[in-house]
């Protein structure tokens, strides 16, 4: 079980660095940390993260998005800690760069519970079920109002942060097979 309390000080906030090792490791580290989205109305968003991805896009067979989407590769193999943005059918997805400048890896948030704001979150996006809220990649993006002035900025920005989460033991992290994917599959965590 996930623990309730967490501070979504940006003094807390995971500086670009963190993100420089290897995106698996990465990745799993990040199950139980929190985004916090500052919108420009000066609401704070605050969400759990529970799923993520990690891609190696040198040695990954699944990371195709380098050679099929312009500018990918360069976005990609950026300054480590950076927002990226790529799209899937229209929908924004959340990356994050890992890997020293020059290797293209990244981390893809897959699915966040919300813990601070869901109304306001509710209303960037309105659903039915309670689940369907941000139980995927595009789904959060929209929650918590994530635009694409986003893209490229470090991390650790003052609208748009990571602050770590208490450690989940192994017990409380599955690793499974990478949704929808024939090759690469083994590198995906939930909580």
Do not use: W
């Not at 309670?130 to 694409?148: F, H, I, M, Q």
């Amino acid at each position: 079980m996930l623990y309730d309390v967490l501070d979504v000080n940006h003094a807390h906030a995971l500086k670009p660095d963190f993100f420089a090792g290897d995106p698996v490791e990465v990745a799993r580290s990040l199950i139980g940390a929190a985004l916090v989205r500052v919108l420009e109305d000066g609401a704070v968003l605050a969400a759990r993260i529970v799923e993520t991805e990690g891609y190696d896009c040198p040695r990954d067979p699944s990371c195709h998005v380098v050679a099929r989407l312009p500018g990918a590769a360069a976005a990609m193999g950026g300054e480590p800690g950076r927002v990226y943005f790529h799209h899937t059918y229209k929908q924004a997805l959340l990356n994050v760069t890992c890997r020293p400048m020059g290797i293209q890896a990244s981390i893809l948030i897959r699915a966040v519970q919300p813990l601070l704001g869901e109304e306001r979150m509710r209303e960037l996006r309105p659903v039915k079920r309670p689940t369907d809220l941000s139980n995927g990649p595009a789904k959060l993006v929209t929650a918590l109002g994530l635009t694409e002035e986003l893209k490229g900025q470090p991390i650790n920005g003052p609208a748009f942060y990571i602050v770590p989460g208490e450690a989940l033991a192994e017990s409380q992290v599955e690793t499974t097979s990478r949704v929808g994917l024939r090759r690469g599959q083994s590198c995906r965590g939930a909580s």
